[in-house]
């Protein structure tokens, strides 16, 4: 039942809040051209158009359908984003996605887009904390490789990267049970699952590891208990400037390594007890045969 | 039946004309308008009260939401918006008064007084729809039910609202696209009057892919329906063309093309009871 004199007018509009990313970039060259032609602005006058939004718009001249499927991700984002700032006072909810969408503008409708117990707020906060935690791992090792750091011995190294992240978590330290209770949501393991082991292995990575046996699993086992437990230690730190916490953490890292040393000495003492027991057995044969 | 110029319609299974279809639908309503909340009881045998139930949850407004329900007549949906605001209202100030737990007496009095006004939080229904019947127990009903706040009524053409661009934060209209004489041109009028942001959503009779369930559908729709129309309402003919609309209505897949046609952004839809309701939801981004 579509009405035939009726066209749809989907071709000649464009969406309402993409509009606004494409116009805040056409207005720059406005305003540029437009002191080329009327030639008259005042000495140290400084353009007043801020890029408003930190998003580069694909402006480009590809279809108008993919440009729109790619935004409507890097929108959410954006909401995402900006609703992590309400977050304190309402908690991980859809109403700091609410509050989130009306900074950018947007209904509060808009937070209908989510789920209504705000998992994706949580995981997009998680995931972007492993972002940054992974660039400032990179900047390390690039200092490093530049000469200009000494480069930390292990247990150091996996400390101060636990606790880099573990301080993302402070200016939203109260709610933070109430996100730990929502990625464990059987909707959302899969995917919390999958940023806390993608987390773990960037840190191993950039701490050296490059083991191809067993010794993987175990790494990432024990990287994983570490950094669980101090997180939960930190929940309930009332200590100042978390001293408690790190002072946990520095540890269980030490257990770590000693239980490392420990496992090897057991190895090569093994080792050496077997050997031992092959020589008794060689020479105990060697009597024997020898008396006859 | 020549001289009526415009192109044909279905009117139900009839052909008519443009015109004819409009006049024929006002009628339809004008006739069950008294009696169309109890003979929505009887037809879906109380269903469609949790229906406009989970439209609601869907919608998950928050207080400060302003709500345009096109062809709202009856005004369920509305009554179901203020009540839903209020409760999320009430659960707020519950949290925000735990938290203060050092009050003074004045001050939790004054905290009581000052929300007192606003036990909607800024909310507001708009109920629009094409029929001054429909309206008029619609208004009778909010009375006899205590509603007067947040709520107006509005006598308007979906096809051609009176209302500005950019108003609304969500659009619903419940049961009654169907009814429309251009979907096109009531998708368009709702893109047009939402905020950027805001989100349209369709309750409306859908079809039904199993085909057990949907014979037993049709049995009860056009040997059921028709006779309790006559039995309770007096009048078999405007249930007839109830269920007949229902077949000629676009099937979901199409309805969601003809939203992204629109505009809309993030089309999806929900089956409700295998296919026999259907809501379509969209976002203006």
Sequence with gaps: VRCQHYEPLRALQASAALRRASDEHKKEPLTSSSQQHFDSPPAGHQPEQEPQGPHPSYTGQGGQESEDYESEEQLQHRILTAALEFVPEHGWTAEAIAEGAKTLGLSVAAAGMFHSDGSELVLHFVSECNTKLSKLLQEEQKLVQLGEAEKKPTDEFLRDAVEARLRMLIPYIEKWPQALSVLLLPRNIPSSLNLLTSMIDDIWHYAGDQSTDFNWYTRRAVLTGIYNTTELVMMQDSSPGFEDTWRFLENRVADAMTMSNTASQVQSTGEAVVQGLMGAAVTVSNAETSRL | RGLAAGPE??????????????????????????????????????????????????????????????????????????????????????????????????????????????????????????????????????????????????????????????????????FGIRNVTCIDLALQEAYRVLKPGGRFLCLEFSHVSNPLLSRLYDLYSFQVIPVLGEVIAGDWRSYQYLVESIRQFPPQEELKAMIEDAGFLKVDYENLNFGIVAIHSGFKL
């Design chain 2, 9 to 174: 319609m279905h009117f139900g299974f009839q052909t008519v004309t443009e015109e004819e279809r409009r006049e024929k639908i006002y009628r339809v309503f004008e006739t069950v308008a008294k009696k169309y909340d109890v003979m929505n009881d009887s037809m879906t045998l109380g269903i469609h009260r949790v229906w406009k139930d989970i439209l609601m949850h869907k919608m998950n407004p928050c207080p400060g939401t302003l709500l345009l329900d096109v062809a709202g007549g009856t005004g369920d949906i509305a009554f179901r918006f203020i009540n839903y605001v209020r409760s999320v209202q009430q659960r707020q100030l519950q949290k925000k008064l735990k938290h203060h737990q050092n009050l003074s007496w004045q001050e939790i009095f004054e905290s009581y007084q000052k929300d007192q006004f606003k036990s909607l939080g800024d909310s507001q229904v708009v109920v629009c729809d094409i029929n001054r019947e429909m309206l008029k127990v619609g208004k009778q009903k909010a009375q006899y039910l205590g509603y007067s706040e947040g709520l107006s009524w509005v006598l308007g053409n979906a096809e051609e609202l009176p209302f500005d661009d950019d108003k609304f934060d969500v659009y619903t209209i419940a």
